[in-house]
């Protein structure tokens, strides 16, 4: 057994050493030589970069756990000592900034302190624990690629799938709820072709950077004007890109979208008003020819299991107090942590956990007033988001230990 496992050091480690999607050689490396050192059974090189551990212990229950590896292309400016200055390759090509802005190192760092913990002292449960630590979370695509390098069949059918995300609400807290509790997400790559032209001619082109431009600002009636005010829809263009000089208009634009949504029937809304304005803006602008619309990405939304939720609060209330578990409701941010628990037909429970310092929220004494502080705080991929590492790690690693605990009968 690993005596010398520094949590706060592993942690300052990962943050200050970030790594891409499916680039988490590094990062993979040193949960795999932890997981030996506690006593794992360790597979490397699961859908690319995840690493699996296997701790058994007797008959029972599967339990699989799971944290994220990967992070962002994002520049660091929290000025922390410990803060990021990687630079990494992003899928096209591009030199990029590199920070773990969406806290997957806590998320990392966490598990491993559970699993130190349960191969620590094995007398309070019998079964099978089963540590997932998937890469490619941000590109929506990691769960699934280790779904289809087999990891049910070459380690076993989990009868549940358990994890957690760091989030702004005040260390300590524990954010549950049933149902749907995270977005599905929906990425799309839209290409406008227009022609190109000096830029003191734009009488004989067809400008688009005017029908990107256009397109955006109609594309910001889909949820106001096409989503029900009772149901919940984001849709985000976070980035527009078109032409290299000034005097030159150019021949296309390409426009990146975000779309999160948390039911069927409102995703189908927003994704075909996105390809009826992207089609009508082309038109309206004499395009040369139509555009052309990418999808990129899509995983659905996460729902938490109802009875699984009620089982794993009632054993979080036993452990931090009523007080300390709150229904954040439903989080627009997205995760493809449920596909684990749906390829192996099993209930998901995933909350979120608090990390950011807790004197800003003194005083507030419910969800309404927690998050009327939180918008004033950086929030997950914030170029200023830093968790707290204390308690907000000790908290992680208790959250983790007592869930699996609660899944995983005791010895009879």
């Avoid at 794992?40 to 970069?49: C, E, M």
């Avoid at 799971?66 to 292309?73: F, T, V, Y």
């Avoid at 280790?146 to 995300?165: E, K, N, S």
Wanted: with cysteine.
């Amino acid at each position: 057994m690993n005596q010398s496992f520094d949590l706060a050091g592993i942690y300052r480690d990962l943050h200050a050493h970030p790594e891409l999607s499916l680039h988490e050689v590094r990062t993979a490396g040193i949960v795999a030589a932890q997981l030996e050192s506690f006593g794992y059974d360790v597979t490397a090189g699961v859908g690319g970069t995840g690493v699996v551990g296997v701790l058994h212990n007797g008959d029972g229950p599967i339990a699989l756990l799971r944290a994220d590896m990967d992070a962002l292309p994002v520049e660091e400016k929290t000025g922390l000592p410990y803060a990021s200055r990687v630079r990494g390759t992003d899928p096209a090509g591009n030199d990029v900034p590199v920070m773990h802005a969406c806290g997957h190192d806590v998320h990392v760092t966490c598990l491993l302190g559970a699993a130190q913990a349960l191969a620590a002292d094995r007398t309070g449960w019998r079964g099978t624990l089963l540590l997932v630590f998937q890469p490619a979370e941000e590109l929506g695509r990691g769960a699934q690629n280790m779904i289809d390098d087999g990891l049910y069949a070459r380690f076993g059918t989990p009868a549940v799938v358990l994890g957690q995300h760091v989030a702004p609400l005040p260390a300590g807290i524990i954010g549950l709820r049933a149902g749907p509790s995270f977005a599905g997400a929906d990425t799309l790559h839209v290409t406008m072709y227009g022609r190109g032209a000096h830029g003191s001619r734009p009488e004989v082109s067809v400008d688009p950077v005017v029908m990107a431009a256009a397109t955006v600002m109609r594309l910001q009636t889909v949820v106001s004007r096409e989503v029900a005010a009772a149901d919940t829809a984001v849709l985000t263009i976070g980035s527009l890109q078109a032409g290299t000089k000034d005097n030159i208009i150019p021949d296309d634009a390409e426009l990146q979208l975000s779309i999160r949504s948390f039911e069927p029937r409102v995703r189908e809304t927003v994704m075909a008003a996105v390809e009826r304005i992207v089609n009508g803006e082309a038109a309206t602008a004499g395009a040369p020819k139509p555009p052309e619309i990418r999808h990129v990405m899509t995983f659905p939304a996460v729902v938490n299991d109802t009875e699984g939720v009620a089982r794993t609060r009632s054993a979080f209330t036993e452990e931090f107090g009523a007080g300390r578990i709150v229904d954040p409701g439903p989080v627009t941010g997205s995760e493809d942590v449920g596909i684990l628990a749906s390829a192996a037909g099993a209930p998901c429970v995933y909350w979120l956990l608090g990390g950011a310092d807790p004197a800003p929220f003194a005083g507030a004494t419910d969800i309404a007033a927690l998050q009327s502080i939180i918008q004033d705080l950086p929030s997950n991929h914030s170029p200023l988001f830093a968790p707290v590492p204390d308690p907000t790690l000790a908290v992680g690693v208790q959250a983790l230990v007592r869930a699996a605990r609660t899944w995983l009968p005791q010895p009879s």
